[in-house]
């Protein structure tokens, strides 16, 4: 998974709030070995966070007003590009 794929999951993640699990160890001396004492584990929620939701949205709207703001031959340009990329996918 790229780097740009990550962050934008994780932008996602944090708008429509997420739980994760976390666990803690506690480790102590056995004669010369350390030896697991304690394990515990805690489920986290995180709420959804307004800001991330924003930012979201913000780049939705951006890129319609991006080829709004093309002209015929620019938008002719970008479908001749993109249907390049889809073949070459294949």
């Keep these: 998974m ?5 962050i934008k999951e994780a932008l996602l993640n ?8 976390e666990v803690t160890e506690e ?6 070995d350390l030896v697991l004492q304690k394990r515990k584990t805690s489920t986290k929620s995180y709420p959804p966070d ?12 951006e890129s319609e007003n991006e080829f709004q703001k093309m002209t015929d031959e620019e ?3 970008e479908k001749e590009r993109l249907i390049k990329l889809l073949k070459e996918k294949k």
């Design 2 to 6: 790229s780097n740009n794929k990550k």
């Design 14 to 21: 944090k708008a429509l709030g997420f739980t994760t699990q």
């Design 27 to 32: 480790y102590g001396l056995s004669g010369d």
């Design 50 to 61: 307004l800001t991330a939701l924003q930012m979201i949205l913000g780049k939705e709207v």
């Design 75 to 77: 938008l002719q340009k």
